[in-house]
Each structure stands twice: as C-alpha cells, then as structure tokens.
C-alpha cells in the first residue's frame, strides 16, 4: 500500500491528528537530551563505517553496534585519561619549581611581593609613574584578575561536566541509532510523501553536512596545534610540543577550548614577571589562534556542503545564539537542509524530478557531486536492516 492510497483514508488522517497533538509532549520529554541527542547523530555518522566493518565479522548487528560504541567510549576516554595525566603532570613540576623558589626567597608571600616589586619597578622606570599609584593598581588588578579567573574555572568545570554527562546520555543513543538507524532511515523514506530519489537526496545532505562539520572541527584542531606551537615556541614555553597538541585536542570542547592550554601558560609567563612574552602569547592565542577556528570552520564546511563560507559563518553564529556551543553545527546543517529542500521544491514545482531549476539554467553545474546509484536509488538496499 502505498502513500497515495492511504492519504486518502480517515486513520491516516485521524493518524497525523494525533501525532501532531502528541508531538509537544513528546518533545517536553526529549529537549533535556537534545544536546545529546544531536551529538549522537554526529558520533553516530563517523563511526557507521567502523559499524558495517564489525558487522561483517559478528554477523549481528546487536554484537556489532555495542563494539562500536565501546570502542569510541573507550578512545574517547583515553584520551581524556592521558590529557589529564599529562596536564597533572606538568601543573605538579610548575608547583615544585615555584615552591622551591620561593622557599629560596623566604616564602611565598615574600616571593610574590618580591615579584610585584620588580614588576612595578620596571613599570615605573619606563613610564615615569609614580611607584605607589602603580603598586596600588597592580594590588587592584590582581583581585580582580583573581575573581575572573575563579569566574573561568567554575564555567570551565561546569562546561566540562555538562559534556561528560551529555557524552554518557549520546553513547547510549549512538548503540540505537547503529543498532536501528538503518531501518528508521528505510521507514522514513517509506513514509514521506516523496520520491525516494528525493529522500535519499535529503538524508544524503544531512550526512554531508554531518561530516562537513567533522572535518571541520579536525581541521581547527590541527590549525590550532600549529599556531600554539608557534606561540609557545617563541615565548619560551618549556616543552611547547606538548602543549600544542593538548591545545590542538582541546580545541574541540565546546565554549572552554584551547584557552585551558594557553591560559596557565600565560600566568606562568606572568608569575616569572616575564611582561612582555606574556602579553604578546595572549594576543596571539586571543586574536590569532582564537580566530582560527570562525575563518577555518566555514571554508571547510563550506567546500562540502557546496554553501558560502561567509554563509556558513553566520550560520555557525546563528546556532550558537540559539542552542549554545552545540550550535556551532546545528547551524551549518539547518542551513544546507534548508537549501536542500528549497532546491528539492524547485524541482517539484517544475515537474522534473531529479533536475533543479539552476541546473538546468546552467547556473549549478558542478556545484553537486551527483548520487551515487547505491545513495540515490537502492538506499536502504545498501545498509543493514537493523534485524539479528
């Protein structure tokens, strides 16, 4: 029975009555997990290749959707694991190497106003001040350095809380979404009221711009290991390899990102009263390292998804308005689907299916990769069917 028929009988639309009464219910209980939600979507894209190949060796897709998703739980979680030694490790050498000098210097509150000291001196030899004025700034400076550091650390323990449990929420949605997806994806097309070529279209740019904003985030996250390398490099930061790449891999937490690296940096630069290194590093890791990721991101993104990148831009501007970090993608999708069914409206208007309107004008020739048979005609053919 096909959607035509249906259309036309009363439960169907007794049917669409009731699910459109039932829908603000149902999404009151899914918005706290929205967040998680789309994150398993994503996580979901990027390791179906590693499903299929499991599958063929297991033979069940149950067996095979959790592998999948505990191998990405368990790299995910080395990952962190190993940052956090690593960090630990370094903030305990900084810890006994200012330990040891200030017990050289008489203690620490002698060592630290010994270090106030010098850098008012060296102030106030450069500017003509007035040594007390600048003590009396310097004494205010530091509480309120103290209180937006403090400010810093709450929100970035809070972010990093928020992320650990939407992460949890996301592996348990990513082994169903493995385990089922295939057949909810073939349901879907079943059910639309639209050629499946035009589905698969649809669905496919989804999953493009799904892995647009993948290689997006990777291309940042290397972008940014480059250039703080180059910061810390040049300000002298002991072992600057390492902290660029933990810089690089901290790039992708959502609102804190590589600023949980080059910020102690910079505070360690200021504790050794080395001024001018310290405000130059910051620069550079505000402006040009900071930058990196509103330019990089929507080139990238952009190529894929055949869109602007200064659409993309404010795109990503947009989402992050409205849903928060997670937003940084939700509005580069929302953007290209949108296009997608404007494009998929054209050509129905038109009556010739599987030609837009600008294609046929000339205007969109090689803005398209054209669909491969498997995506655009047999689809659900090709994947799992989701049964044991």
């Given at each position: 029975?096909?959607?035509?028929?249906?259309?036309?009988?009363?439960?169907?639309?007794?049917?669409?009555?009731?699910?459109?009464?039932?829908?603000?219910?149902?999404?009151?209980?899914?918005?706290?997990?929205?967040?998680?939600?789309?994150?398993?979507?994503?996580?979901?894209?990027?390791?179906?290749?590693?499903?299929?190949?499991?599958?063929?060796?297991?033979?069940?897709?149950?067996?095979?959707?959790?592998?999948?998703?505990?191998?990405?739980?368990?790299?995910?979680?080395?990952?962190?694991?190993?940052?956090?030694?690593?960090?630990?490790?370094?903030?305990?050498?900084?810890?006994?190497?200012?330990?040891?000098?200030?017990?050289?210097?008489?203690?620490?509150?002698?060592?630290?106003?010994?270090?106030?000291?010098?850098?008012?001196?060296?102030?106030?030899?450069?500017?003509?001040s007035d040594e007390a004025a600048l003590r009396q700034q310097a004494n205010e400076g530091i509480r309120q350095a103290a209180a937006v550091f403090l400010g810093f650390l709450r929100n970035m323990v809070t972010a990093l809380t928020s992320g650990l449990v939407n992460f949890l929420f996301a592996s348990v949605f990513v082994y169903f979404f493995l385990r089922h997806?295939?057949?909810?994806?073939?349901?879907?097309?079943?059910v639309l009221p639209l050629e499946p070529e035009a589905t698969w279209r649809l669905l496919n740019t989804l999953k493009d711009s799904v892995i647009a904003n993948v290689n997006g985030v990777l291309a940042v996250a290397i972008s940014q290991a480059i250039l703080l390398f180059a910061g810390f490099y040049?300000?002298?930061?002991g072992g600057a390899v390492l902290w660029s790449l933990m810089g690089g891999i901290a790039s992708v937490i959502p609102i804190v990102g590589g600023t949980i690296v080059w910020v102690p940096c910079v505070i360690w630069l200021l504790v050794q009263a080395e001024w001018l290194k310290a405000i130059l590093l910051a620069a550079w890791c505000a402006i040009v390292v900071g930058s990196s990721d509103n330019v990089l991101r929507p080139l990238v993104v952009g190529g894929r998804v055949q869109q602007h990148p200064v659409l993309i831009g404010l795109a990503m501007m947009g989402g992050a308005q409205a849903f928060g970090a997670a937003g940084v993608m939700i509005g580069p999708v929302a953007l290209s689907f949108f296009h997608a069914v404007i494009r998929e409206l054209a050509v129905v208007s038109d009556g010739n299916h599987g030609v837009s309107l600008a294609e046929r004008s000339g205007l969109g020739e090689g803005e398209r990769e054209p669909l491969s048979e498997t995506d655009a005609a047999s689809g659900p053919e090709s994947a799992p069917s989701g049964g044991e």
């Open positions: 029975m096909n959607f035509a028929s249906v259309r036309r009988s009363p439960a169907f639309y007794f049917l669409v009555a009731l699910l459109i009464l039932w829908t603000p219910l149902v999404w009151s209980v899914a918005e706290p997990f929205l967040t998680s939600l789309l994150l398993a979507l994503v996580l979901s894209v990027v390791i179906y290749p590693l499903y299929q190949w499991l599958l063929k060796g297991v033979k069940r897709p149950g067996v095979a959707s959790a592998f999948a998703t505990l191998l990405s739980l368990v790299a995910v979680a080395g990952l962190a694991t190993v940052m956090g030694l690593v960090l630990s490790e370094q903030v305990a050498e900084g810890y006994r190497y200012l330990d040891a000098k200030s017990a050289h210097e008489g203690g620490w509150s002698v060592f630290a106003t010994r270090i106030m000291d010098r850098s008012v001196e060296f102030i106030a030899a450069r500017t003509n997806g295939p057949r909810w994806v073939e349901k879907i097309v079943g040049f300000a002298g930061i």
